[in-house]
Structure formats: C-alpha cells, structure tokens
C-alpha cells in the first residue's frame, strides 16, 4: 500500500497526523508500512492533486475522509470526529480507513 500525507507549509496538525497514522498502521499489523510526506506549495498544485485541506492522507492514492463537493484549496483541514471538529483524523476511523485499504490491496 502506498500512503502519502499531504501537508501545507507548517501544518500545525500534521506531526498528530503522522503520529496517529503510526498507530494505526501498527494496531493493523502494518509494522512495516511507511508513508510518505509532501508539501503543497501553491494553489495550481492543490488543484491538481485534488488537495483540499492540511492534513491529508492519501491511501493509494484515494482520501478516505474526502468530503464530495469540497473545493481544492491550501488552508488547514477540519475532520469530524466523535469528539467534534478535529485537525486530524481520529484513531478509529484511520484504523478502519487503512484496514480496508489494506482489505482492498489484497484482492
């Protein structure tokens, strides 16, 4: 599986991000599954990545939290999570998220 984070400059949730991404692919037995790290730097880019908010994950290339309709853009990402609006996904829905990834990989 690949699995990029997308990230504006200075990001101030993406080190939650990374670190909740790290656990989940270790709760799923992912140990050595990486991912990488990339910087959108301007709008053109946001557009033609399909970025629409700072942090994004990409699971083979696909968001699993993308939101239909939601404009490409460089601002920081909200995410809905059991506890309210969030800069990051929550642990469960990332786990899930990369279970089924990873569920799809395999067929």
Avoid: K
């Avoid at 709760?27 to 053109?44: M, N, S």
Wanted: hydrophobic content about 35%; overall charge negative.
């Amino acid at each position: 599986m690949e699995i990029e984070v997308l990230v504006v400059l200075d990001c101030p949730n993406a080190e939650t991000a990374a670190e909740r991404l790290r656990r989940a692919l270790d709760d799923a037995g992912l140990h050595d599954t990486g991912f990488t790290t990339r910087v959108i730097a301007d709008q053109a880019e946001a557009e033609r990545t399909g970025f629409t908010g700072s942090p994004t994950i990409l699971l083979d290339g696909y968001d699993p939290f993308a939101e239909p309709g939601r404009p490409p853009g460089l601002a920081c990402r909200v995410y809905r999570t059991p506890d309210g609006p969030a800069g990051a996904p929550d642990l469960g829905r990332l786990r899930q998220a990369i279970t089924d990834a990873a569920g799809e990989a395999d067929r």
